[in-house]
């Protein structure tokens, strides 16, 4: 069975900083594009970072660029999410998934495999 299993979720204040870890199982993705995502309360999915196989190509959105680091571990079977600087807009529960192909790309439909999510909540 396959299992994404994120930690590293927490509590933190504004400026703060969370490392965020994926831990795959019951296949390895070392072939597959990873990708983190996050929900809001009231707000739809969306796209915070990835990466492609190799490591060597990454993506952000916008609003995480020059603040969050994705990275990945292939011998581990291990993704991460360092985030620094964090806003109180940052909030929301922090989901890993495992892409399709490849190749990083944004797009919540490129990805067939997630995991149940980790909190973040960053305070004023």
């Known amino acids: 069975q396959v299992q994404l299993a994120e930690s590293g979720g927490g509590l933190v204040q504004a400026g703060g900083s969370l490392r965020l870890s994926c831990a795959a199982s019951?296949?390895?993705?070392?072939?597959?594009?990873m990708g983190w995502f996050r929900q809001a309360p009231g707000k739809e999915r969306e796209f915070v970072a990835t990466?492609?196989?190799?490591?060597?190509?990454?993506r952000y959105a916008n609003s995480v660029k020059g603040r969050f680091t994705i990275s990945r571990d292939n011998a581990k079977n291990t993704v991460y999410l360092q985030m620094n600087s964090l806003k109180p807009e940052d909030t929301a529960v922090y989901y890993c998934a495992a892409g399709q192909r490849p190749n990083a790309y944004s797009d919540v439909r490129e990805y067939n495999y997630w995991g149940k999510g980790t909190q973040v909540t960053v305070s004023s």
């Open positions: 019951g296949r390895t993705f070392s072939s597959n594009a």
């Open positions: 990466i492609n196989w190799s490591g060597g190509s990454t």
